[in-house]
Protein backbone atom coordinates (compact mmCIF):
# COMPACT_ATOMS: atom_id res chain seq x y z
CA UNK A 1 0.00 0.00 0.00
CA UNK A 2 1.50 3.53 -0.74
CA UNK A 3 2.16 5.79 2.16
CA UNK A 4 0.69 8.56 0.93
CA UNK A 5 -2.94 8.83 0.73
CA UNK A 6 -4.90 11.57 -1.27
CA UNK A 7 -6.35 13.80 1.21
CA UNK A 8 -10.19 14.41 -0.09
CA UNK A 9 -9.61 18.24 0.42
CA UNK A 10 -7.54 18.31 -2.89
CA UNK A 11 -10.89 16.83 -4.77
CA UNK A 12 -13.49 19.02 -2.65
CA UNK A 13 -12.82 22.28 -4.70
CA UNK A 14 -12.75 20.30 -8.18
CA UNK A 15 -15.78 21.65 -11.01
CA UNK A 16 -17.78 18.88 -11.60
CA UNK A 17 -16.73 18.01 -14.77
CA UNK A 18 -13.32 18.00 -13.85
CA UNK A 19 -14.06 15.40 -11.40
CA UNK A 20 -15.88 13.58 -14.33
CA UNK A 21 -13.13 13.27 -16.16
CA UNK A 22 -10.60 12.29 -13.48
CA UNK A 23 -13.20 9.27 -12.27
CA UNK A 24 -12.92 8.20 -15.97
CA UNK A 25 -9.01 8.00 -15.40
CA UNK A 26 -9.14 6.42 -12.60
CA UNK A 27 -11.39 3.53 -13.40
CA UNK A 28 -9.56 2.96 -16.59
CA UNK A 29 -6.45 2.49 -14.38
CA UNK A 30 -7.77 -0.50 -12.52
CA UNK A 31 -9.97 -2.02 -14.87
CA UNK A 32 -11.24 -5.15 -14.00
CA UNK A 33 -9.80 -4.49 -10.09
CA UNK A 34 -12.46 -2.28 -9.01
CA UNK A 35 -16.89 -2.52 -9.57
CA UNK A 36 -18.66 0.28 -9.37
CA UNK A 37 -22.32 -0.45 -7.59
CA UNK A 38 -24.78 2.51 -7.94
CA UNK A 39 -28.57 1.96 -6.11
CA UNK A 40 -31.29 3.49 -7.94
CA UNK A 41 -31.36 6.59 -5.83
CA UNK A 42 -28.24 7.38 -6.67
CA UNK A 43 -27.65 10.66 -8.02
CA UNK A 44 -27.24 10.89 -11.99
CA UNK A 45 -23.76 12.54 -12.18
CA UNK A 46 -22.71 9.15 -10.03
CA UNK A 47 -24.92 6.41 -11.47
CA UNK A 48 -23.68 6.88 -14.91
CA UNK A 49 -20.68 5.42 -13.68
CA UNK A 50 -22.35 2.00 -12.76
CA UNK A 51 -20.74 -1.09 -13.72
CA UNK A 52 -24.35 -2.62 -11.78
CA UNK A 53 -27.47 -0.49 -10.86
CA UNK A 54 -30.30 -2.27 -8.53
CA UNK A 55 -31.61 -2.97 -5.12
CA UNK A 56 -29.17 -3.22 -2.47
CA UNK A 57 -29.27 -7.07 -1.93
CA UNK A 58 -29.12 -7.37 -5.85
CA UNK A 59 -26.00 -5.26 -5.66
CA UNK A 60 -24.54 -7.34 -3.02
CA UNK A 61 -25.19 -10.18 -4.62
CA UNK A 62 -24.03 -9.49 -7.87
CA UNK A 63 -20.96 -7.89 -6.65
CA UNK A 64 -19.55 -11.12 -4.32
CA UNK A 65 -19.75 -12.87 -8.32
CA UNK A 66 -17.34 -10.62 -9.82
CA UNK A 67 -13.42 -11.13 -9.74
CA UNK A 68 -13.13 -7.16 -8.57
CA UNK A 69 -10.77 -6.93 -6.00
CA UNK A 70 -12.78 -3.56 -4.67
CA UNK A 71 -16.18 -3.22 -4.38
CA UNK A 72 -16.93 0.23 -4.38
CA UNK A 73 -20.80 0.65 -3.48
CA UNK A 74 -22.50 4.33 -4.42
CA UNK A 75 -25.09 3.49 -2.00
CA UNK A 76 -25.50 3.98 2.31
CA UNK A 77 -23.95 2.77 4.92
CA UNK A 78 -25.75 -0.44 5.52
CA UNK A 79 -25.85 -1.33 2.18
CA UNK A 80 -21.86 -1.25 1.81
CA UNK A 81 -21.99 -3.23 5.10
CA UNK A 82 -24.21 -5.93 3.23
CA UNK A 83 -21.81 -6.00 0.61
CA UNK A 84 -19.00 -6.63 3.30
CA UNK A 85 -20.89 -9.49 4.66
CA UNK A 86 -21.90 -11.28 1.41
CA UNK A 87 -18.69 -10.88 -0.55
CA UNK A 88 -16.10 -13.23 -0.89
CA UNK A 89 -12.80 -12.75 2.44
CA UNK A 90 -10.89 -11.31 -0.39
CA UNK A 91 -12.96 -8.26 -1.38
CA UNK A 92 -13.09 -4.88 -0.28
CA UNK A 93 -15.86 -2.78 0.25
CA UNK A 94 -15.59 0.81 -0.27
CA UNK A 95 -18.38 3.83 0.61
CA UNK A 96 -16.74 6.74 -0.88
CA UNK A 97 -18.39 8.83 1.35
CA UNK A 98 -18.90 7.54 5.18
CA UNK A 99 -21.95 10.37 5.98
CA UNK A 100 -23.57 8.89 3.36
CA UNK A 101 -25.92 6.81 6.17
CA UNK A 102 -29.81 5.92 6.43
CA UNK A 103 -31.95 8.41 8.51
CA UNK A 104 -34.30 5.19 8.44
CA UNK A 105 -31.71 2.56 9.58
CA UNK A 106 -30.38 5.09 12.49
CA UNK A 107 -34.10 5.01 14.02
CA UNK A 108 -33.26 1.65 15.66
CA UNK A 109 -30.05 1.00 16.82
CA UNK A 110 -28.66 -2.19 18.81
CA UNK A 111 -28.56 -0.86 22.62
CA UNK A 112 -32.53 0.64 22.11
CA UNK A 113 -33.32 -2.90 20.38
CA UNK A 114 -32.18 -4.63 23.41
CA UNK A 115 -33.24 -2.61 25.65
CA UNK A 116 -36.58 -3.53 23.77
CA UNK A 117 -36.37 -6.87 23.88
CA UNK A 118 -35.10 -6.51 27.85
CA UNK A 119 -38.50 -4.68 28.24
CA UNK A 120 -40.81 -7.29 26.11
CA UNK A 121 -39.06 -10.48 28.10
CA UNK A 122 -40.72 -8.59 31.66
CA UNK A 123 -43.61 -8.74 29.73
CA UNK A 124 -43.96 -12.17 27.76
CA UNK A 125 -41.23 -14.17 30.02
CA UNK A 126 -39.43 -15.35 27.33
CA UNK A 127 -38.96 -13.21 24.09
CA UNK A 128 -36.77 -16.14 22.04
CA UNK A 129 -40.13 -18.08 22.84
CA UNK A 130 -42.60 -16.38 21.38
CA UNK A 131 -41.29 -13.54 19.17
CA UNK A 132 -39.46 -13.67 15.83
CA UNK A 133 -37.43 -10.77 15.32
CA UNK A 134 -37.69 -8.82 11.66
CA UNK A 135 -35.15 -6.08 10.41
CA UNK A 136 -35.53 -4.57 6.87
CA UNK A 137 -32.25 -5.03 5.04
CA UNK A 138 -32.32 -1.32 5.28
CA UNK A 139 -30.51 -1.88 9.06
CA UNK A 140 -27.27 -2.14 10.51
CA UNK A 141 -25.09 -4.85 10.33
CA UNK A 142 -25.35 -5.40 14.04
CA UNK A 143 -29.09 -5.47 14.02
CA UNK A 144 -29.13 -8.16 11.12
CA UNK A 145 -26.80 -9.90 13.69
CA UNK A 146 -28.84 -9.43 16.61
CA UNK A 147 -31.53 -11.07 14.38
CA UNK A 148 -29.39 -14.24 13.94
CA UNK A 149 -28.40 -14.53 17.21
CA UNK A 150 -32.56 -14.78 18.67
CA UNK A 151 -34.01 -17.11 15.54
CA UNK A 152 -34.65 -13.68 13.47
CA UNK A 153 -34.42 -12.99 9.83
CA UNK A 154 -33.95 -10.00 7.61
CA UNK A 155 -36.35 -9.09 5.01
CA UNK A 156 -36.45 -6.73 1.51
CA UNK A 157 -39.28 -5.07 0.68
CA UNK A 158 -40.40 -7.90 -1.95
CA UNK A 159 -39.82 -10.52 -0.20
CA UNK A 160 -41.19 -9.41 3.25
CA UNK A 161 -44.82 -11.06 2.36
CA UNK A 162 -42.97 -14.60 2.23
CA UNK A 163 -41.02 -13.25 5.20
CA UNK A 164 -43.73 -13.12 7.59
CA UNK A 165 -45.48 -16.03 6.94
CA UNK A 166 -41.67 -17.37 7.81
CA UNK A 167 -41.67 -15.37 11.01
CA UNK A 168 -45.62 -16.78 12.46
CA UNK A 169 -44.64 -20.12 11.92
CA UNK A 170 -41.29 -19.60 13.78
CA UNK A 171 -43.43 -18.01 17.05
CA UNK A 172 -46.39 -16.26 17.54
CA UNK A 173 -45.44 -12.47 17.52
CA UNK A 174 -42.96 -10.70 14.89
CA UNK A 175 -40.90 -7.28 16.54
CA UNK A 176 -40.63 -5.54 12.91
CA UNK A 177 -37.77 -2.96 12.77
CA UNK A 178 -37.07 -0.03 11.60
CA UNK A 179 -39.83 0.54 8.88
CA UNK A 180 -43.35 0.65 10.84
CA UNK A 181 -45.03 1.22 7.32
CA UNK A 182 -43.38 -1.79 5.23
CA UNK A 183 -44.46 -4.17 8.47
CA UNK A 184 -47.47 -2.44 8.77
CA UNK A 185 -48.68 -2.72 4.79
CA UNK A 186 -47.45 -5.86 4.89
CA UNK A 187 -48.97 -7.21 7.81
CA UNK A 188 -52.57 -5.30 6.47
CA UNK A 189 -52.38 -7.98 3.23
CA UNK A 190 -51.83 -10.91 5.46
CA UNK A 191 -55.29 -9.96 6.91
CA UNK A 192 -53.46 -9.21 10.36
CA UNK A 193 -56.13 -6.06 12.11
CA UNK A 194 -54.49 -2.99 12.56
CA UNK A 195 -55.13 -3.38 16.20
CA UNK A 196 -52.90 -6.02 16.35
CA UNK A 197 -50.03 -4.07 15.10
CA UNK A 198 -49.45 -1.81 17.36
CA UNK A 199 -45.78 0.91 17.10
CA UNK A 200 -42.92 0.45 19.75
CA UNK A 201 -41.88 3.96 20.85
CA UNK A 202 -37.94 3.20 21.58
CA UNK A 203 -37.89 5.85 23.32
CA UNK A 204 -40.73 5.44 25.97
CA UNK A 205 -41.02 2.84 28.62
CA UNK A 206 -41.99 -0.66 27.37
CA UNK A 207 -42.65 0.99 23.99
CA UNK A 208 -45.31 3.62 25.28
CA UNK A 209 -47.76 0.33 25.48
CA UNK A 210 -49.32 -1.40 28.23
CA UNK A 211 -49.05 -5.01 29.10
CA UNK A 212 -52.05 -6.25 27.54
CA UNK A 213 -51.60 -4.26 24.16
CA UNK A 214 -48.17 -6.41 24.27
CA UNK A 215 -50.04 -9.71 24.96
CA UNK A 216 -52.69 -9.01 22.35
CA UNK A 217 -50.27 -7.71 19.87
CA UNK A 218 -49.66 -9.93 16.30
CA UNK A 219 -46.91 -7.57 15.00
CA UNK A 220 -44.84 -5.05 17.24
CA UNK A 221 -43.82 -2.09 14.21
CA UNK A 222 -40.79 -0.09 15.40
CA UNK A 223 -41.55 3.67 15.37
CA UNK A 224 -39.41 4.09 12.22
CA UNK A 225 -39.74 5.66 8.72
CA UNK A 226 -37.84 6.50 5.33
CA UNK A 227 -37.68 10.50 5.46
CA UNK A 228 -38.16 10.54 1.98
CA UNK A 229 -41.66 8.52 1.77
CA UNK A 230 -43.14 9.75 4.45
CA UNK A 231 -43.33 12.93 2.39
CA UNK A 232 -46.31 11.30 0.08
CA UNK A 233 -49.84 11.99 1.20
CA UNK A 234 -53.08 10.29 -0.17
CA UNK A 235 -54.27 14.02 -0.91
CA UNK A 236 -51.60 14.10 -3.24
CA UNK A 237 -53.17 11.08 -4.67
CA UNK A 238 -56.48 12.35 -4.97
CA UNK A 239 -55.23 15.85 -6.62
CA UNK A 240 -53.11 13.91 -9.33
CA UNK A 241 -56.27 11.42 -9.87
CA UNK A 242 -58.89 14.11 -10.58
CA UNK A 243 -56.20 15.36 -13.42
CA UNK A 244 -56.00 12.14 -14.87
CA UNK A 245 -58.34 9.97 -14.22
CA UNK A 246 -57.53 6.96 -16.74
CA UNK A 247 -53.95 6.97 -15.23
CA UNK A 248 -52.53 4.46 -12.95
CA UNK A 249 -50.62 5.26 -9.42
CA UNK A 250 -47.66 3.38 -7.99
CA UNK A 251 -45.90 3.73 -4.73
CA UNK A 252 -43.05 1.64 -2.35
CA UNK A 253 -44.60 0.43 0.59
CA UNK A 254 -42.12 2.69 2.99
CA UNK A 255 -44.80 4.97 2.35
CA UNK A 256 -47.88 5.51 4.61
CA UNK A 257 -51.00 2.98 4.64
CA UNK A 258 -53.22 5.48 3.24
CA UNK A 259 -51.04 5.97 0.04
CA UNK A 260 -50.54 1.96 -0.71
CA UNK A 261 -54.29 1.71 0.13
CA UNK A 262 -54.99 4.61 -2.66
CA UNK A 263 -52.30 2.99 -4.86
CA UNK A 264 -53.12 0.51 -8.07
CA UNK A 265 -49.64 -0.90 -7.52
CA UNK A 266 -47.33 -1.05 -4.61
CA UNK A 267 -43.88 -2.71 -4.51
CA UNK A 268 -40.22 -1.93 -4.65
CA UNK A 269 -38.07 -0.19 -6.83
CA UNK A 270 -37.50 -2.94 -9.05
CA UNK A 271 -41.22 -3.56 -9.26
CA UNK A 272 -41.77 0.13 -9.99
CA UNK A 273 -39.59 0.03 -12.92
CA UNK A 274 -40.23 -3.11 -14.34
CA UNK A 275 -44.20 -2.21 -13.77
CA UNK A 276 -44.04 1.18 -15.65
CA UNK A 277 -41.49 0.10 -18.15
CA UNK A 278 -43.68 -2.91 -19.19
CA UNK A 279 -47.28 -1.21 -19.07
CA UNK A 280 -48.52 -0.13 -22.55
CA UNK A 281 -47.41 2.99 -24.27
CA UNK A 282 -49.15 6.20 -23.78
CA UNK A 283 -49.97 5.78 -19.94
CA UNK A 284 -49.33 8.03 -17.28
CA UNK A 285 -48.20 7.14 -13.99
CA UNK A 286 -47.71 8.95 -10.76
CA UNK A 287 -45.03 7.55 -8.67
CA UNK A 288 -44.52 7.38 -4.79
CA UNK A 289 -40.64 6.65 -4.19
CA UNK A 290 -37.00 8.76 -4.36
CA UNK A 291 -36.87 11.46 -6.94
CA UNK A 292 -33.48 10.17 -8.65
CA UNK A 293 -35.21 7.10 -9.52
CA UNK A 294 -38.79 8.60 -10.63
CA UNK A 295 -36.65 11.41 -12.94
CA UNK A 296 -34.52 8.30 -14.57
CA UNK A 297 -37.64 6.28 -15.01
CA UNK A 298 -39.17 9.43 -16.61
CA UNK A 299 -36.46 9.87 -19.27
CA UNK A 300 -36.34 6.14 -20.12
CA UNK A 301 -39.82 5.80 -21.22
CA UNK A 302 -41.00 9.10 -22.41
CA UNK A 303 -39.71 7.74 -26.00
CA UNK A 304 -43.05 5.31 -25.25
CA UNK A 305 -45.10 8.32 -24.39
CA UNK A 306 -45.71 7.25 -21.43
CA UNK A 307 -45.69 9.95 -18.30
CA UNK A 308 -44.11 9.51 -14.96
CA UNK A 309 -44.67 12.03 -12.27
CA UNK A 310 -43.55 12.05 -8.95
CA UNK A 311 -45.97 11.94 -6.21
CA UNK A 312 -45.03 15.37 -3.92
CA UNK A 313 -45.07 18.82 -4.80
CA UNK A 314 -41.96 19.26 -3.33
CA UNK A 315 -38.54 17.76 -4.30
CA UNK A 316 -37.65 15.16 -2.05
CA UNK A 317 -34.58 12.75 -2.78
CA UNK A 318 -32.59 10.73 -0.77
CA UNK A 319 -30.55 13.31 0.79
CA UNK A 320 -28.08 11.12 2.20
CA UNK A 321 -26.76 9.29 -0.63
CA UNK A 322 -26.74 12.20 -2.14
CA UNK A 323 -23.84 12.92 -0.33
CA UNK A 324 -21.58 10.62 -2.72
CA UNK A 325 -20.88 12.78 -5.81
CA UNK A 326 -18.54 12.98 -8.34
CA UNK A 327 -16.23 14.34 -6.06
CA UNK A 328 -16.13 11.79 -3.53
CA UNK A 329 -15.74 9.15 -5.88
CA UNK A 330 -13.36 10.42 -8.22
CA UNK A 331 -10.96 10.60 -4.70
CA UNK A 332 -11.58 7.16 -3.76
CA UNK A 333 -10.78 5.57 -7.42
CA UNK A 334 -7.81 7.50 -7.36
CA UNK A 335 -6.58 6.33 -3.64
CA UNK A 336 -7.77 2.54 -4.95
CA UNK A 337 -5.76 3.47 -8.34
CA UNK A 338 -2.58 4.40 -6.25
CA UNK A 339 -2.64 1.60 -3.95
CA UNK A 340 -4.57 3.24 -1.21
CA UNK A 341 -7.51 1.80 0.35
CA UNK A 342 -10.19 4.43 1.90
CA UNK A 343 -13.07 4.26 3.48
CA UNK A 344 -13.62 0.64 3.88
CA UNK A 345 -16.54 -0.90 5.20
CA UNK A 346 -15.32 -3.27 7.20
CA UNK A 347 -17.91 -6.02 9.82
CA UNK A 348 -16.16 -7.46 12.39
CA UNK A 349 -16.12 -11.31 11.95
CA UNK A 350 -18.52 -12.40 14.64
CA UNK A 351 -20.96 -10.03 14.11
CA UNK A 352 -20.89 -10.80 10.30
CA UNK A 353 -21.30 -14.61 10.90
CA UNK A 354 -24.69 -13.94 12.44
CA UNK A 355 -25.71 -11.38 10.44
CA UNK A 356 -24.97 -13.69 7.70
CA UNK A 357 -26.77 -16.38 9.37
CA UNK A 358 -30.00 -14.00 9.37
CA UNK A 359 -29.65 -13.10 5.49
CA UNK A 360 -29.27 -16.82 4.68
CA UNK A 361 -32.22 -17.89 6.13
CA UNK A 362 -33.78 -15.07 4.07
CA UNK A 363 -32.08 -16.35 0.83
CA UNK A 364 -33.45 -19.97 1.87
CA UNK A 365 -37.36 -18.79 1.92
Not at 194 to 220: C, F, H, S
Not at 231 to 251: C, K, N, Y
Amino acid sequence: MSVATIQFDRFNQLQDEQAQERIVAARERLGDRAVLLCHHYQRADVYRHADLTGDSLKLAKLASQTDAEYIVFCGVHFMAEVADILSRPEQVAILPDLAAGCSMADMANLAKVERCWRELGEVLDDPDASITPVTYINSAADLKAFCGEHGGIVCTSTNAPKILDWAFAQREKVLFFPDQHLGRWTGYKKDIPLEQMVVWDPDQEYGGLTPDEIRNAKILLWKGHCSVHQMFQESHIRRWRMQHPDGFVISHPESNLEVCLNSDHVGSTEFIINTIKGAPPNTQWLVGTELNLVSRLAEEVKPEGKTVQFMAPTVCMCSTMQRIDPQHLAWALENLADGNVVNRISVPVHEAELARLALERMLAV
